[in-house]
């Protein structure tokens, strides 16, 4: 199916998810900032709230009303035929996003979401990229704080380097922004099922393609000083580095041999390490049921901070590449991460997909491979910096 057949759709951009906490944010989003013309929807179970909603954001953005249910898999199908592009926010997606992606997949209706599960999209990638290859639907996962920053932020610095020689990218975060409720949820579900993570990760390996004469890592290292920014560095086992290998893997300007890490980065060694052993921690406890539903209860998906908590919340990523002698350091920084910054992501990536003119890609893609340069131009202009902080 080619993106011309899907033109005559009832919506370019249908936001699944729009009534809860990130989902009201991104439809604020795209009220304030869809262009004039923009057929869009928002979308969820409750029809009252979705009304409400629409009531409250109405002054100046046209935009339809649209009643479904995660849980019903007809709903999904009847969603995914009416959008050229679906942003959902609907999540842990491992419960509920699977009907939506292989409904997305079978429409050739292009998708994008704010997962940080590995398992998911390991599972989505074996069960459904073949199908959207086949109907030429993009599906992009991990299209807010993860994975956006850390996959166009190294796409950007390698851009910065010498072409047809290896490539290495480091980057370290920063941030002052607490935790959403719903990637919390989604990280203890992911730290209690170990094993399916690793199964799902190694049937991936044996569906995807090689690509001979070529090479790319993402490894998890020690904790490190890291003289090159002044700070320790404690790795990060989040998804984020597998997004950016897999960007590295699909384009050939990240160079034969590429290796990426991925950290946090801290002021002191008792942080580093106080850090280090709380991640296991919480890792351990999540394997226990009770603990699980304590911790789950301490944030709960949905909640989040007041405006005036996040306007005051940042992030920064700084990333250091080398490569063809050639060493250069950038920078990604924002506001709040965990929540106006992610809805904005969210809302761009849809927008990008809607309305640039992008590489032909098809199947399960990343940021970087679907949407690359004219995403870091539309997140600019959003108030997102991406720039060269020294080069040597």
Known sequence: MSRRDRAD?????????????????????????????????????????????????????????LRADAGDPASMRELAG???????????YLTYGEDLVAACADAGTDYVDLTGEPEFVDLMYVRHDARARETGARLVHACGFDSVPHDLGAYFTVAQL??????????????D?????????????????????????????????RTPGRRAHAPLSAPRFAKEIGAWAVPLPTIDGRVVERSARALRRYGPDFRYRHYAAVRSLPFAVGG???????????????ARRWMSERIKPGEGPSAEKRAKSWFSVRFVGEGGGRRVFTEVSGGDPGYDETAKMLAESALSLALDALPDTAGQVTTAVAMGDALIGRLRRAGITFRVAASQ
């Open 276 to 290: 280090t052993a709380a991640v296991g921690a919480v890792v351990a406890a999540a394997q226990l049921p009770s």
């Open 82 to 92: 009416q959008a050229r592009v679906v942003a959902t926010t609907v999540g842990p």
């Open 177 to 209: 922004a607490m935790l959403s409720g719903g990637t919390f949820a989604s990280a203890l579900n992911q730290f209690s099922r170990g094993r399916q993570l690793l199964t799902a990760a190694r049937d991936r390996r044996r569906h995807e393609p």
């Open 162 to 175: 010498p072409e047809g020689v290896p490539i290495t990218v480091d980057g370290f975060v920063r941030s």
């Open 9 to 65: 759709r009832a919506y370019d951009i249908v936001l699944f998810g729009a009534t809860g906490f990130v989902g009201e944010l991104t439809a604020e989003y795209l009220a304030t900032h869809a262009p004039e013309g923009l057929r869009w929807a928002i979308a969820g179970r409750d029809a009252g709230k979705l009304e409400r909603l629409r009531e409250r954001l109405s002054g100046g953005a046209t935009f339809g009303v």
